[in-house]
C-alpha cells in the first residue's frame, strides 16, 4: 500500500515562506504524476501544482510564480516552495500521487497565513 506523508506546514505572516515535503513510501517514479492540492473551509479542493513522471509541471493561476514544485528521486519526495505566501492561500495541503489504476493521497497538513 502506498503511504504519502505530508509535513512542513505551519503558521506564517504574509509575504513569508513555506517548503512542504510529501514523502512516498516507494518509487516516485512508479507514478504518472504527483501533486499538491489544498482546500480551505467551505471550499473545493484544488490542484495547486504537478509533476509528471517526465518532470513537466503545471501550476494553478492563482500560485504562478510565487510556488514552486520539485522532486528528489532518491529520497522519493516531492516538494512545494511556497514563496509571497498570501492570506488566501491558507488551507490544508494534500500531496496526490497517481498511478494507471489508482490515486494515493497524504494525511494533509495545514498552512495558515495571517495577514
Known amino acids: 500500500q502506498v503511504q504519502l506523508v505530508e509535513s512542513g506546514g505551519g503558521l506564517v505572516q504574509a509575504g513569508g515562506s513555506l517548503r512542504l515535503s510529501c514523502a512516498a513510501s516507494g518509487n516516485i517514479f512508479s507514478f504518472n504524476a504527483m501533486g499538491w492540492y489544498r482546500q480551505a473551509p467551505g471550499k473545493q479542493r484544488e490542484l495547486v501544482a504537478g509533476?509528471?513522471?517526465?518532470?513537466?509541471?503545471n501550476y494553478a493561476n492563482s500560485v504562478q510564480g510565487r510556488f514552486t514544485i520539485s522532486r528528489d528521486s532518491a529520497k522519493n519526495t516531492v516538494y512545494l516552495q511556497m514563496n509571497s505566501l498570501k492570506p488566501e492561500d491558507t488551507a490544508v495541503y494534500y500531496c496526490n500521487a497517481e498511478s494507471v489504476s489508482s490515486a494515493y493521497w497524504g494525511q494533509g497538513t495545514q498552512v495558515t497565513v495571517s495577514s
Open positions: 509533476i509528471t513522471r517526465r518532470g513537466w509541471t
